[in-house]
T-cell receptor, first 113, second 112 residues
Framework: EAAVTQSPRSKVAVTGGKVTLSCHQTNNHDYMYWYRQDTGHGLRLIHYSYVADSTEKGDIPDGYKASRPSQENFSLILELASLSQTAVYFC????????????FGPGTRLLVL | SQWGEENLQALSIQEGEDVTMNCSYKTYTTVVHWYRQDSGRGPALIILIRSNEREKRSGRLRATLDTSSQSSSLSITAAQCEDTAVYFCATDSGGSNAKLTFGKGTKLSVKS
């Protein structure tokens, strides 16, 4: 089964600070995604990538940057964390040939104070 | 918004009952995905249905898709306590990037 891991699993950050969330997949998948989930809501796409060294904007990219240094790793960067970025962040991956099936990591719970 | 139904819904049923969850969407899609999210975990795909299918079954799950009304449903037959989870539908933007747009979900509680 697909394996997507995220670190850290939870984090408390201060407003204005820099936060980096990491995602690692061992499935040899081409596509990787970052979503955020707010309490009582569905997931919203922040950034995604279909190849190393390239990222694309999703539906809510403002305030976030992404980095894909290798096929296995995908990071989400909050340069200046804000209170409104408190949420649970999920990473996902999918294979080029089976793009309609995304495999999600366990999530990172971020609290910005 | 992609979705017609915006609120997270909550359903509570007894073990052994059947349950149906609905979602409607506003824009064209070729596939509707249904994901399940257990508490504290990431979503996991449980069934998907394509625009050329009206019904899809997988074990106790049954998904339907009506492209004319832009709506989909997920039914669980003889629900078990372990079916307790949040269920999301998601539409596929198509194209090469397979971007998913998620609805807000239905929180299902199955009680013994």
């Amino acid at each position: 089964e697909a394996a997507v891991t995220q670190s850290p699993r939870s984090k408390v950050a201060v407003t204005g600070g820099k936060v980096t969330l990491s995602c690692h997949q061992t499935n040899n998948h081409d596509y990787m995604y970052w979503y955020r989930q707010d309490t009582g809501h569905g997931l919203r796409l922040i950034h995604y990538s279909y190849v190393a060294d390239s990222t694309e904007k999703g539906d809510i990219p403002d305030g976030y940057k992404a980095s894909r240094p290798s096929q296995e790793n995908f990071s989400l960067i909050l340069e200046l964390a804000s209170l409104s970025q408190t949420a649970v962040y999920f990473c996902a991956s999918s294979d080029w040939g089976r793009r309609d099936t995304q495999y999600f990591g366990p999530g990172t719970r971020l609290l910005v104070l | 918004s992609q979705w017609g139904e915006e609120n997270l819904q909550a359903l509570s049923i007894q073990e052994g009952e059947d349950v149906t969850m609905n979602c409607s969407y506003k824009t064209y899609t070729t596939v509707v995905h249904w994901y399940r999210q257990d508490s504290g975990r990431g979503p996991a795909l449980i069934i998907l249905i394509r625009s050329n299918e009206r019904e899809k079954r997988s074990g106790r799950l049954r998904a339907t898709l009506d492209t004319s009304s832009q709506s989909s449903s997920l039914s669980i037959t003889a629900a078990q306590c372990e079916d307790t989870a949040v269920y999301f539908c998601a539409t596929d933007s198509g194209g090469s990037n397979a971007k998913l747009t998620f609805g807000k979900g239905t929180k299902l509680s199955v009680k013994s």
